[in-house]
Structure formats: C-alpha cells, structure tokens
C-alpha cells in the first residue's frame, strides 16, 4: 500500500545541502507527509512532518509542492553522521497507521 | 525524558515456539504502535493500541497478538514461531492520533 515514490539512493558532499524528493501523487486533502530517516541496526528517527505549508525545524526543512504530489527534504549542511536511509511517508490518519515505502539510501561523501 | 525502551535486544528462538516482546512508551504517550522489519518486505505495520484497545491491525496471521497495560506499557506476542518471521520488531508510541511516531531501537528476533 505504498503511496510515496523515493529514489533508491543518493550521494552528497558533506556540507552541502542534500535534497531528497518524494512523489506522493495519490494524496488526500486531510494526509500529511512525514519523514523518517533510519540508521542501520535503530529505530527510525522522526524528522519532519506538513500538511501543506512549507516546514522547518532543527535538523531540516520540509518543501511541500502547491498540489501537495511532490515533496522535497533539505538537510541545509550535510554530514557523515547523516547517512541514513530516509522515508517519505504519507500519514493515513484514518487509522493512526504509517505506510512506509523503500526509502533513500543517502550517502554523505567526506 | 526516556525513549522507548524495547526489550530483549536479541532474541533466538526455534520453530513452533512463541515469544513475547516487550515495549515501554515514552512517558505521557499512550498510543503504542508495532511494526515487523525486514529486508524483503521492508517495514510493515502489525496494530497499534490506544488505551488498552486495539485501534488498528496490519495484514498479519492471527499468530501475531498484542496488548497494552493500564500504564500504556505493550507486548506483542507471536506464537507457532516460522523461519519466516525472523525480523526487526519495531515498538512506536505517539502522544496522541495524529502526533509523531518516536520509535525504539527494536527487538531482533532469529528464528532457527
């Protein structure tokens, strides 16, 4: 039942910015998109969530397309410790249940 | 403020057994959610739990059962262990419907 489409993997320098896209064309009106990234052998680590605005906290910022299919994570300064898989995630809020997809596998490149 | 703490960490069980895997919440938290992890079918959610209740249920064989404590603490149980379900178990709890997931670091499960 996934409904986020990722790139299976990426590469970025360290201390640039990484940008990690998602397609969530099938959303509805009332679902949010969410991101996860996991570190091999953890639990996955919230990092984001929005609705329709744009978001930014901490550790990212979250760039939500005005038809909400599209999606993009920036992680502003890269880092080795970011190296993760990250999941897009759409929120399906009827049943409080995360659909989790493949995800990216981000690399960060010293 | 502690995470959620899953316990064991490893585990090793053999066919046809059942285990019982355990899940502290964050506290405050009293929605506690269980998802299966594996390199084939990546992460897949098995129920979620709401005061006491059983509000959701993944696509799993009845071999798989959980339950949660008046102090939101959860376990889940597989019983009739199969190869098959060797797997990275995953405990989340959230303050409320809607809220962000905040995972633990999981309960390995082998099956020999």
């Known amino acids: 039942d996934a409904k986020t489409t990722q790139p299976t993997s990426m590469d970025c320098a360290e201390g640039r910015a990484a940008n990690l896209p998602c397609n969530h064309s099938?959303?509805?009106?009332?679902?949010?998109v969410y991101w996860y990234r996991q570190i091999h052998s953890q639990g996955p680590q919230y990092i984001i969530h929005?609705?329709?605005n744009n978001e930014t906290n901490e550790m990212a910022s979250l760039i939500i397309t005005e038809d909400r299919k599209s999606s993009t994570l920036i992680l502003p300064h890269a880092t080795l410790r970011d190296t993760a898989v990250y999941y897009c995630?759409?929120?399906?809020?009827?049943?409080?249940?995360?659909?989790f997809g493949t995800g990216t596998s981000l690399t960060v490149i010293p | 403020k502690a995470g959620v703490t899953q316990t064991p960490r490893y585990l090793i069980k053999t066919r046809g057994q059942q285990v019982t895997l355990s899940c502290s919440p964050i506290?405050?938290?009293?929605?506690v959610s269980w998802y299966q992890q594996t390199p084939g079918q990546g992460l897949q959610f098995l129920f979620e739990?709401?005061?006491?209740?059983?509000?959701n249920k993944g696509n799993f064989p009845g071999r798989f059962s959980g339950r949660q404590f008046s102090n939101s603490r959860s376990e889940m149980n597989v019983s009739t262990l199969e190869l098959g379900d060797s797997a990275l178990y995953l405990c989340?709890?959230?303050?409320?419907?809607?809220?962000?997931?905040?995972f633990g670091n999981g309960t390995r499960l082998t099956v020999t």
């Open positions: 739990y709401f005061s006491e209740t059983q509000r």
């Open positions: 929005g609705l329709k």
């Open positions: 995630i759409v929120f399906n809020n009827t049943g409080n249940q995360f659909y």
């Open positions: 506290s405050g938290h009293r929605s």
């Open positions: 989340a709890s959230s303050r409320n419907y809607n809220s962000p997931l905040h």
């Open positions: 099938t959303i509805s009106g009332n679902e949010y």
